[in-house]
Nanobody, 123 residues
Framework: QVQLVESGGGLVQAGGSLRLSCAASGRTFSSYGMGWFRQAPGKEREFVGRISKSGSSTMYQDSVKGRFTISRDNAKNTVYLQMNSLKPEDTAVYYC????????????????WGQGTQVTVSS
């Protein structure tokens, strides 16, 4: 089992930046691809982006492409989500997830989830 804990959420003005962290337990962190998802008020949880096991490959949802960047440090068992040029529509609870399925972009492709961290972007 993998335990995930997100941190770094908060309140930020539109156009600002925020960096989220996801700390994972266990020695097998490098065996998992990692994904970021978000859930806005009244909406379903949606895919934000993913990063491969080694960090050599990333993929992003169109709405965040060019603004968000995912990275990982396997030595620290941590994955990051750097968010720049934030918009009010980015307001949501953000979740990190771990899965062994290659290139997964849906909830079904991930086995473990963090508790989420709130990101609020004011206008």
């Amino acid at each position: 089992q993998v335990q995930l804990v997100e941190s770094g959420g908060g309140l930020v003005q539109a156009g600002g930046s925020l960096r989220l962290s996801c700390a994972a337990s266990g020695r097998t962190f490098s065996s998992y691809g990692m994904g970021w998802f978000r859930q806005a008020p009244g909406k379903e949880r949606e895919f934000v982006g993913r990063i491969s096991k080694s960090g050599s490959s990333t993929m992003y949802q169109d709405s965040v492409k060019g603004r968000f960047t995912i990275s990982r440090d396997n030595a620290k068992n941590t994955v990051y989500l750097q968010m720049n040029s934030l918009k009010p529509e980015d307001t949501a609870v953000y979740y990190c997830a771990a899965g062994r399925q290659l290139g997964a972009t849906t909830l079904r492709g991930y086995d473990y989830w963090g508790q989420g961290t709130q990101v609020t972007v004011s206008s």
